[in-house]
């Protein structure tokens, strides 16, 4: 494995971590508006969790970006949006005063960013593991050029 690939697994770990946890936050189960899902103890441990990989993610991003690995940071950001699409649709249906109308399009945004979600996160591991091998080229290291190099084949030759 090369260098930069071993710096850059961590990073794609936290991605994969982020995906996999944002799928159990949109899980059927979870579908309880802020005002509900607050009394839940389970549900403020999930946000400080997804607040801290959100964290994790923002400098994963400056890492991957300074490396020019930035692929696959793509669905990541796409698994974000659907995640936030998800969490307004949730506040939609706990406001007063919202029309039938607005509940019902919450209703179908929240099902429809929850199955963006798990279709992304299905094979996110896969794209993430061709990034991380895309990095460096299949193939033994290319022959180390200049002064030391002709240092060595001349000794090489000389020692014939």
Same mark, same amino acid.
Not at 7 to 36: C, H
Not at 52 to 70: F, P, V, W
Not at 110 to 125: G, N, P, R, V
């Given at each position: 494995?090369?260098?930069?690939?071993?710096?850059?697994?961590?990073?794609?770990?936290?991605?994969?971590?982020?995906?996999?946890?944002?799928?159990?936050?949109?899980?059927?189960?979870?579908?309880?508006?802020? !005002?509900?899902?607050?009394?839940?103890?389970?549900?403020?441990?999930?946000?400080?969790?997804?607040?801290?990989?959100?964290? !994790?993610?923002?400098?994963?991003?400056?890492?991957?970006?300074?490396?020019?690995?930035?692929?696959?940071? !793509?669905?990541?950001?796409?698994?974000?949006?659907?995640?936030?699409?998800?969490?307004?649709?949730?506040?939609?249906?706990?406001?007063?005063?919202?029309?039938?109308?607005?509940?019902?399009?919450?209703?179908?945004?929240?099902?429809?960013?929850?199955?963006?979600?798990?279709?992304?996160?299905?094979?996110?591991?896969?794209?993430?593991?061709?990034?991380?091998? !895309?990095?460096?080229?299949?193939?033994?290291?290319?022959?180390?050029?200049?002064?030391?190099?002709?240092?060595?084949?001349?000794?090489?030759?000389?020692?014939?």
């Amino acid at each position: 494995m090369s260098a930069k690939q071993e710096r850059l697994r961590t990073e794609f770990a936290t991605a994969l971590r982020l995906a996999y946890e944002v799928t159990t936050a949109t899980g059927l189960l979870k579908w309880k508006p802020p !005002s509900q899902a607050a009394k839940d103890p389970m549900y403020s441990k999930q946000t400080a969790k997804l607040g801290s990989l959100y964290e !994790s993610m923002k400098e994963a991003d400056i890492r991957l970006r300074l490396e020019g690995a930035t692929e696959a940071w !793509s669905t990541v950001a796409d698994i974000s949006h659907e995640h936030y699409l998800f969490r307004s649709a949730l506040e939609v249906l706990d406001e007063q005063g919202r029309s039938a109308d607005d509940r019902q399009q919450a209703r179908e945004q929240i099902m429809k960013s929850a199955l963006a979600i798990a279709k992304i996160a299905e094979t996110f591991h896969e794209s993430l593991a061709k990034s991380l091998d !895309s990095l460096t080229p299949p193939g033994p290291a290319p022959a180390p050029s200049g002064l030391r190099s002709w240092l060595r084949g001349a000794y090489g030759w000389v020692r014939r």
